[in-house]
């Protein structure tokens, strides 16, 4: 919305939450998720054509809107039919009710635009209009736009989007929404990448484009148990499997497992369309690669209790990394939280260092995965874990460093520091790769050193 804001000259973009804590976040300076580069663009248009308001705005802000977009979550439905595979769309249809009041007492003369930009599975687009409809509102097209941009480079992705989608129904009032749409987004993007399809291939491209893309990383991480145990180096196979133009480079980077918010959920809600379509095969065949995802975290964590002589057991061991990759505070589904259950299981004392991800999410993220994971017994994390502000402290007397997100800061730090505060033999286990140029020094130093792809 601030890309739009900025971009769009006339347009008026107000953005709404229910709650008033992030509202208020919003308009301060301490914006409510970290994202590079984006408060300079809030600060740019905030008060002029962006605005952040609260639900008591609501009615009054929908009633005046042409373009309604609705950004809420979809996390996988945890209870019920098709729990812990379909999506959970209550916050859709909370939201879809909600538009539905202002609307219908609103002038039905005016064609009103109600974007999906939430990823859901195909057909939401349908429910959507007929709930609204339903409450007598005459005048809707819903439209499908699946965003496409990472967390992290958020910035560059909206700036410059390979594509923008945009799914209507195929009828005359379908057509003149997306064009109203289209017309916003022509304001900077390119009009050949501005792509127009039926509501259903937009909202089913969106869930491919994630599978294909987890579907990569997880090639890339069978590749790297293979090179482990043969002495290929993962790193120049990657290369050049890469420079093939018809694979290309990017997407090829081995990890302790894919996380963020997207793509499991998406590939189990594109699991749950197979199945329910009776196409198991194609389903088992999506599931293989969340499967490979969870072995490769399980691999790594077992491969530091392996290599620290299968016990780390009121050890301390530090933890670089907590978010689910570099340049975001987001944690959700990041692998750092398993590998942490998974280690507390074996009562080792964590140290975890996160320049973004605060204390206290990530106490709630150790105690989901340990709850998901461990029925009885469950170890005690006020007791096990400490949260450094420092990462020095942090690996402070450690036997075992190990890195989970791909900071850039993490490559550049002073390990013979951090090496002669540790306790004898230290160990450092990359599980993103960011330490291969540094292998050697690090040998030197006299660490034990474990690189994912990397046979030892
Ligand atoms: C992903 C897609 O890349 C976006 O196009 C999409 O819009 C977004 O989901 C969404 O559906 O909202 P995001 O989850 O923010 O974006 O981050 P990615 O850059 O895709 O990374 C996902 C995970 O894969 C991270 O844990 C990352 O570290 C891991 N990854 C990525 C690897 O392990 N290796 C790689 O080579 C690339």
Sequence with gaps: MAMMATKCPG???????????????????????????????????????????????????????????????????????????????????????????????????????????????????????????????????????????????????????????????????????????????????????????????????????????????????????????????????????????????????????FGGSCFQKDILNLIYICESKGLHEVAEYWHQVIKINDLQRARFSKTVIGSMYNTVARKKICMFGFAFKKDTGDTRETASMYVGADLLEERAQLSIYDPEVSKEQMWMDLHEAIDGKIKENKPNVDELVTYETDPYEAAKGAHAILICTEWDCFKEYDYKKMFEGMMQPAFLFDGRRILVSRKAELEGIGFRTYIIGQAQ
């Design 11 to 257: 347009i008026k973009v107000t953005c709404i939450d229910i709650n008033e804590a992030r509202v208020a976040a919003w308009n301060s300076d301490t914006l409510p998720i970290h994202e590079p580069g984006l408060l300079p663009l809030v600060q740019e248009v905030r008060g002029k054509s962006l605005f952040f308001v609260g639900k008591d705005k609501f009615d009054e802000v929908i009633s005046e809107a042409d373009v309604i977009f609705v950004c809420v979550n979809t996390p996988t439905k945890k209870h019920g039919v098709g729990a812990g595979r379909a999506a959970d769309l209550s916050f859709w249809e909370l939201a879809a009710r909600g538009i539905a009041k202002p609307l219908k007492d609103a002038d039905q003369g005016k064609l009103r635009v109600v974007v999906e930009k939430s990823t859901v599975p195909v057909h939401t687009a349908d429910a959507v209009a007929s709930v609204v409809e339903a409450a007598g509102v005459t005048n809707v097209e819903v439209l499908s736009n699946p965003e496409f941009l990472a967390e992290g480079t958020a910035i560059a992705d909206l700036t410059a989007p390979d594509r923008v989608l945009i799914g209507g129904r195929q009828t005359e009032r379908g057509f003149k929404a997306i064009e109203i749409l289209a017309n916003i987004y022509r304001c900077w993007v390119p009009a050949e990448r501005v792509k127009t399809t039926n509501v259903w291939s937009a909202e089913l491209a969106k869930l491919i484009a994630n599978g294909m893309l987890a579907q990569r990383v997880s090639s890339i991480n069978t590749v790297a148990q293979i090179c482990e145990m043969t002495g290929a180096d993962v790193g120049e196979v990657s290369m050049i499997v890469g420079m093939d133009s018809r694979i290309g480079p990017k997407f090829l980077q081995p990890s302790v497992g």
